[in-house]
């Protein structure tokens, strides 16, 4: 498929509503093919269609569960807290700490408009609620505790996360 170019914080594209998606078509597919491509291209584990100027209710997430490509994804349920790390492909040379639910429930549809029902835990929370603000318009920076500024200081969340998953 094809690389599509990343839009960064600054373009308006970003900071807007999405529509939901009615049309369950090749063209849907060939878009979340080429998110999913773009998003491994750049290393990252999501990315929303507005992140790449497609303003539909689309996402592509892979926290090393596999691909999940959701479209009209909606939070049903959240339970508990975690804070974190974030970083964002639209956001380059930047991080900071945000607090997400812990546990998020999301019902969506397929690419081909079938149901899809998912509980999720821990950092595949995290990146769920991350891309699916992008679908409102919401960036990381907008609800970030505090930026960081250091390596350093990321690895020790990192070191935090891997002893709460023990």
Do not use: W
Not at 13 to 30: A, G, S, W
Request: hydrophobic share 35%; glycine share 8%.
């Amino acid at each position: 498929m094809a690389i599509r170019k990343i839009i960064e914080i600054g373009d308006d594209k970003l900071r807007k509503q999405c529509k939901p998606v009615e049309k369950f078509d090749k063209r849907l597919k060939i878009l979340l093919d080429d998110m999913a491509d773009t998003m491994y291209e750049a290393n990252g584990v999501g990315l929303a269609a507005p992140q790449v100027g497609i303003l539909r209710r689309v996402v592509v997430v892979d926290v090393g569960e596999g691909l999940f490509k959701l479209v009209n994804p909606v939070i049903v349920e959240t339970e508990g807290e975690q804070s974190g790390p974030e970083g964002c492909l639209s956001v380059p040379g930047r991080s900071g700490i945000v607090t997400r639910p812990m546990i998020v429930t999301v019902d969506a549809q397929d690419e081909n408009g079938e149901p899809v029902h998912l509980r999720t835990e821990g950092f595949f929370a995290r990146a769920i609620c991350h891309e699916l603000d992008h679908l409102d318009g919401v960036l990381y920076v907008d609800k970030m505790d505090r930026e960081i500024f250091d390596d350093e200081e990321y690895e020790e969340y990192d070191e935090e996360y891997e002893e709460d998953e023990e």
